[in-house]
Every structure is written in structure tokens, then in C-alpha cells.
């Protein structure tokens, strides 16, 4: 794609006389719009004299396209005369209405709506998110390979709309913490790519200055990142114990997969979530499979957003991004008006398996991850969307494609060549404001310090 509009950048700069050529397909099309073929079949020697190319405008300004059209269209006002220019702005849907699959609910009267707005700016934004995602999932796929990156590796790729959706349907204040499949929400609170490869690479430069790994990556209002499997959900409780005793009006999200749904402390959590009415929306990322083990092997009742019994409850599909947006937002309504927890099943996939150490295809097929992605990609059917109502181009999209592509490339160059954090620094942290202090090492005579 870049060869192809280099050539015809150049061509179109050795007939204008021009030494600056198009650096992106938006520029390259309105240049092709000042140069195009005029036909009048009406008027062929009126057509014959305007197939000479205008007067190139100056190198150092590049009309607008609605400039362009409109010039074009004076000078030719001429009946036969078609002029071909690229699409503008303007051309686009701004905004447009989708039917969304209708949640299944537990112990509650009203659900999410049926049908849900979406604006090209929201459009957009959620494909940028979900793409980067996906990118920065595979770039770490990668690296894993290359032994760069080494230890627990869990990708989130094909669970990118639960992360995009959950993220627009809150506010930067409330609070977010998950398992250890934690790349993508990282990234929706916050954290840069550059930060979160380098943390997996170990680098000083990570978000936790390269000594947390894939597991522990931490933000502002954002608790990580868990290894032990379900004990984030009683301390997102507590997190929102905290968000109701301050009065704050914000919320908890606290997220498991259905593989620590039959643990113990969720219940607990539950209970105690229930009777103090925690402003917490308990959400479950069911994608089928934990581990190796499926749902089905692994559970007697696979309907998770009944498992808090006395606490509402609603299954959600989890690959459209509108769907758990939606759900979101209602899930969000309930807890802030002080109806207490909620519980949100996310019907999702993941396309890797388990961890990097695990192929994914001993316990389920390959036909079957395939089909997955072909009929159900969160990426594909928001793009699918926009495009069938015109709300954007391919070409914008191929455009944000390769913009992600190389700040993924350029965060994983960042991230290999970062240089590790000292030793001195391994026990930096340890508490948050509190003087120096000693800290024993693997022996008595080793001795290291921690700073704040």
C-alpha cells in the first residue's frame, strides 16, 4: 500500500512541477481531484482543452476538498461535464442507530435498551481502541516467541469489546480491577503501549518500573492484574465498600472468568456485597474455556449471572462492544442509585490459549476458533457496521490500521531496548510514603533498601 502511493505520488509531482508528494491516501486523493479527467460528450472541444492539468496551487498549502469541488464546479458548469473528487468529512453518517441482542436478565424487571446510538467520533474511537488491543496482543505474542518476554502470559485478543465497552460506559473516577488477563483494560485506563510492553519485557521504563510482569500492571484507579485465581473479587468489594463509605458516587468493577466463578470467595463477596448494598458490578468474562477445562466439564450451572442468586443479574454478549456498553451503563445506573451489586455475564472467546504455554487447540478444535472469528470478531462487526452505514471509509480504516501498527512497532522498539531496573531498586515501593528502610536479601549479609 505505501509503494503503490508512493509511485503515484511521485508520478503526480514530475507532471506539477511539485517536489513535496502526498504522505497519506487523504492527501494523495485530493491531489488526484485537481488533476482528473474532464469528458463532455457535448462539448468535445470544450473537453479537449480542459484535460491540460490547472496551475498546481503552492507546495506549502493544500486546499480542502470542499475548496476543490466547489472551484471545479465553477469553472465547469457545463451540461455532460463529471467530475471525480475525493470523499470529505461531510459525505459520512454522523450518527446512526443499531439493534443489539437483548440481554437475558435475573431478578430484574427492565433490561438494558434493544437498540443502541453509536457517532462516527464513538465508532472510531472504539475501533482504535479494540484494534490497538488486538495489535499490541499479537506484538507480544511475538515477543514471547522471541524469548524476549518471559514467565505468565496471558493475551486478551478477541476479547477486545468487553475492555472498549466497559471503559465507555464509565467514568475515569470509578474503579476497574481484574485477573490476570490484563493487558486490554491497561490500556483503556490509561496506560501507553510503550508502558505495558515494556513491563513485559522487564524494562525500567514498564508501568511498574519492569518488576510486575504481565500479571501486575497498575494505573490510577485501576488495581491490576491478579495472579491468584478470584481473589480480586472480595477486594473489589472492599473497593466499594470504600467508593459508599466516602460517598463518592462512583463505583467498582470487578472482573473474574468463569474459571474462578465456582470459587469460594466470590460468594462471600457476594453476601456481604448484598447486605451492605456495594455500589460493585461483579462481572464475569465467561469465554468458554478455563484452561483447558470448558464450562460445561467445569460447572454444573453455566448461567453465571444467576450465581448471586439474590443479587439481579444479566447475560450480556460479550463481542459486541455496543451490547456491553449498554449493559454497562445500566449495570452503572443500578449501583449509583443505591440498588446495591449487580451481576453481568460477558458471553466472550479468546483466540490464544489459555497462557503463552498453552497451544489452545488440545481442547478445542481449530474449526472452531476459526469460526469464531469469522462470524463473531468484536473488530470485524463494528467495522462492518460503520461501513455498511456509511460512517466511514476503507480507507480511514486502513489508515488507523497502519498508525497502530507502527506505535506498536515503535513501543515494542522502545521496550527491547529499555534498560533494566538496577538491583538496588528491587525493593523500592514496598510501602507508599514512608521513610527508608532496610530490607533483608536472600541471606543475612545481603542488604538491600526501599525508597517511596
Not at 441482542?101 to 481502541?129: F, N, S, W
Not at 444467576?306 to 449498554?326: A, N, T
Not at 489459555?354 to 469460526?371: A, C, F, K, L, N
Not at 489508515?399 to 534498560?419: C, G, H, L, N
Request: charged share 20%.
Amino acid at each position: 500500500m505505501q509503494n503503490m502511493l508512493t509511485i503515484i505520488s511521485n508520478a503526480l509531482c514530475r507532471i506539477t512541477g511539485r517536489n513535496v508528494g502526498a504522505q497519506t491516501v487523504s492527501e494523495l486523493l485530493i491531489d488526484l481531484s485537481e488533476y482528473v479527467n474532464l469528458t463532455s460528450p457535448a462539448a468535445p472541444a470544450l473537453a479537449t482543452t480542459q484535460r491540460q492539468p490547472p496551475k498546481p496551487p503552492p507546495v506549502s498549502t493544500r486546499a480542502s476538498v470542499a475548496q476543490l469541488v466547489s472551484s471545479q464546479a465553477d469553472a465547469l458548469d457545463t451540461p455532460g461535464t463529471r467530475v471525480v473528487v475525493s470523499r470529505s468529512f461531510a459525505d459520512f453518517t454522523p450518527q446512526a442507530t443499531f439493534d443489539i441482542k437483548k440481554c437475558d436478565m435475573h431478578r430484574l424487571e427492565d433490561g438494558p435498551p434493544l437498540k443502541a446510538e453509536l457517532t462516527r467520533d464513538q465508532g472510531l474511537q472504539y475501533y482504535r481502541t479494540m484494534q490497538t488491543v488486538r495489535r499490541m496482543e499479537l506484538k507480544a505474542d511475538q515477543l514471547y516467541k522471541q524469548k524476549i518476554i518471559r514467565g505468565f502470559c496471558h493475551l486478551y485478543d478477541g476479547q477486545e469489546a468487553c475492555a472498549a465497552g466497559i471503559e465507555a460506559a464509565i467514568t475515569p473516577s470509578d474503579h476497574l480491577i481484574t485477573a490476570y488477563r490484563a493487558h486490554g483494560y491497561t490500556f483503556t485506563r490509561g496506560v501507553s503501549i510503550k508502558e505495558i510492553l515494556a513491563e513485559l519485557t522487564g524494562r525500567k521504563g514498564g508501568v511498574a518500573k519492569g518488576k510486575g510482569g504481565s500479571m501486575h500492571m497498575y494505573a490510577p484507579h485501576f488495581y491490576g492484574g491478579n495472579g491468584i485465581v478470584g481473589a480480586q473479587v472480595p477486594l473489589g468489594a472492599g473497593i466499594a465498600l470504600a467508593c459508599l463509605y466516602q460517598g463518592n458516587n462512583q463505583i467498582c468493577v470487578t472482573l473474574y472468568g468463569d474459571g474462578a466463578a465456582n470459587q469460594g470467595q466470590l460468594f462471600e463477596s457476594f453476601n456481604m456485597a448484598a447486605l451492605w448494598k456495594l455500589p460493585c458490578i461483579f462481572i464475569c468474562e465467561n469465554n468458554k474455556y478455563g484452561m483447558g477445562t470448558s464450562v460445561e466439564r467445569a460447572s454444573a450451572s453455566t448461567d453465571y449471572y444467576k450465581r448471586g442468586d439474590y443479587i439481579p443479574g444479566i447475560r450480556v454478549d460479550g463481542m459486541d462492544v455496543l451490547c456491553v456498553r449498554e449493559a454497562t451503563k445500566f449495570a452503572a445506573d443500578h449501583c449509583r442509585s443505591g440498588k446495591g451489586p449487580i451481576i453481568m455475564e460477558l458471553q466472550t472467546y479468546r483466540y490464544h490459549g489459555h497462557s503463552m504455554s498453552d497451544p489452545g487447540v488440545s481442547y478445542r478444535t481449530r474449526e472452531e476458533i476459526q469460526e469464531v472469528r469469522s462470524k463473531s470478531d468484536p473488530i470485524s462487526l463494528l467495522k462492518e457496521r460503520m461501513l455498511t452505514n456509511n460512517m466511514a471509509s476503507v480507507e480511514e480504516f486502513k489508515e488507523i490500521d497502519i498508525e497502530i501498527r507502527k506505535q506498536v512497532e515503535d513501543a515494542a522498539q522502545f521496550a527491547t531496548s529499555d534498560p533494566e531496573p538496577p538491583l538496588e531498586e528491587l525493593c523500592n515501593h514496598i510501602f507508599s510514603n514512608s521513610p527508608p528502610l532496610e530490607v533483608r536479601g536472600t541471606h543475612p549479609w545481603a542488604k538491600l533498601k526501599s525508597i517511596s
